[in-house]
């Protein structure tokens, strides 16, 4: 890839996150950060993406497994959170969608 075109990124973010939305009752937040959100992505960066859930009886490397997306136009990096108070803090500066 030699040019990674930011509209489309975008446009691939919302529409993961509305299908998520869809999809999952137990999601309580979705943040994106990271390079792609401050503007500082090259051709080689990757999405940062969080699912903050409510509850989930699988261990935290297993979670991951029921939210990848099937297709995505660059690389990702996906963590999976059981909601806790402190955690807004520890993904400050995220994008909310």
Request: proline fraction near 8%; charge should be neutral.
């Given at each position: 890839m030699r040019y990674a075109d930011p509209e489309r990124i975008r446009r691939a973010v919302r529409d993961y996150a509305e299908s998520l939305r869809a999809t999952?009752?137990?999601?309580?937040?979705?943040r994106w950060f990271g390079s792609w959100v401050k503007g500082s992505a090259t051709v080689g960066s990757d999405v940062d993406f969080c699912i903050i859930?409510?509850?989930?009886?699988?261990p935290r490397r297993d979670r991951i497994c029921d939210y990848l997306p099937l297709t995505f136009p660059v690389g990702i990096d996906l963590f999976i959170l059981v909601e806790r108070p402190s955690l807004a803090e520890a993904i400050e500066g995220g994008v909310h969608l």
């Open positions: 999952h009752p137990e999601i309580r937040a979705l859930v409510d509850k989930s009886d699988k």
